[in-house]
């Protein structure tokens, strides 16, 4: 079995409504060259396996700090983990009774990872659904991401990859192919701004979603395009940055009138805090409210009057609770990007 032929997997979420048309399987990998200071799933960012202590489960037996074979477990008052000794092995997980230790990652065979989601098949053919490769980033581990479309591609399964754009052309002539929709993450259009949210330049983001859309004039494949922005309070969420990606989008339906089929504005939410606890890392955006309704309404509206095609414009997330008010929630969408 080659490298290619396997890869890390952090997590496969059925039952998917957030990532693509119809009931979908999300499989997401390990691994991002992006740091973003919003990341929902900030357990995806490092490709390597990682070890989580889960405080509720655990019953204090210590089993795990006997077995890891690298002393990189210590208890008082709790499990805590030395990250700079912690190999990822796993082998805490497998010995802990109470399911406190729990691994972030897991190696597949491609041919294995299939087999595993064609179990769902029957859901994709009755909703129009199928199976899409997310993250961390799906292009991270392209070679083993093109094994499993392929695959899949042949059972007759839709495809999606939700991409944040960050990867060499050669990746994208490599996976094209066999995607039926790229989600495609438009977060930020000031260089700068997006240099400091997310610790890269947005150049390359920029040149690839225009080499996507002359791609598809001359391919059968991808079908279409949704950009997805995350509208991150003192963030991504202002009006200028809003009119900005408006105006981008208007420019890349110049090149493939059809292929952007819609323009998911996606807001903040905060449920990944305790994520970043049991990874013992601080998150910046930790107290930082949700978007209000009325907010939230405005951005779209924005979008709306400034996009060539409003009908594309559409949005998701919860909004804020105000006194004495329902709550009120559409789908979430994991905002890894």
């Not at 290619?4 to 999300?26: A, F, H, K, N, W």
């Not at 080499?211 to 922005?229: A, G």
Request: hydrophobic share 35%; proline share 5%; net charge neutral.
């Amino acid at each position: 079995m080659t490298i290619d032929s396997t890869g890390i997997v952090l997590e496969i979420q059925r039952m998917s409504t957030e990532d693509g048309p119809g009931i979908r399987t999300t499989v997401f990998m390990k691994g991002c060259p992006l740091k973003c200071v919003w990341c929902h799933n900030p357990e995806s960012i490092n490709p390597k396996p990682q070890v989580q202590w889960i405080g509720a489960r655990c019953i204090g037996c210590k089993t795990c700090v006997q077995a890891c074979p690298n002393g990189a477990l210590t208890f008082d008052d709790g499990i805590h983990i030395n990250r700079t000794v912690c190999k990822g092995c796993g082998r805490c997980t497998e010995v802990c009774p109470s399911t406190a230790m729990e691994l972030l990652g897991k190696q597949w065979s491609a041919d294995a990872l299939v087999q595993e989601l064609l179990k769902d098949n029957a859901y994709f053919g009755t909703s129009g659904g199928g199976v899409t490769i997310s993250g961390g980033e799906s292009t991270f581990q392209a070679h083993f991401a093109k094994k499993v479309l392929v695959e899949l591609k042949h059972h007759g399964i839709h495809t999606a990859i939700d991409t944040c754009g960050i990867c060499n052309q050669h990746t994208l002539d490599m996976l094209l192919p066999h995607v039926d929709l790229v989600l495609y993450d438009l977060k930020e259009m000031d260089p700068l701004k997006h240099q400091q949210f997310t610790g890269k330049s947005n150049y390359r983001v920029l040149n690839n979603i225009k080499y996507i859309l002359s791609f598809m004039k001359e391919h059968l494949f991808p079908r279409e395009v949704w950009i997805r922005t995350p509208l991150i309070p003192g963030k991504t969420a202002r009006d200028e940055n809003i009119v900005a990606i408006a105006h981008e989008i208007n420019n890349l339906l110049s090149i493939n009138p059809k292929a952007i089929t819609r323009w998911d504005l996606c807001a903040f939410n905060n449920l990944c805090k305790d994520k970043y606890t049991r990874l013992g890392l601080e998150w910046e955006l930790a107290h930082t409210p949700l978007l209000t309704k009325e907010e939230l309404s405005h951005f779209e509206a924005l979008a709306k009057q400034h996009c060539n095609n409003p009908a594309i414009v559409k949005t998701s997330g919860s909004t804020r609770i105000e006194d004495d008010e329902a709550p009120v929630t559409k789908p979430k969408k994991k905002l890894g990007c």
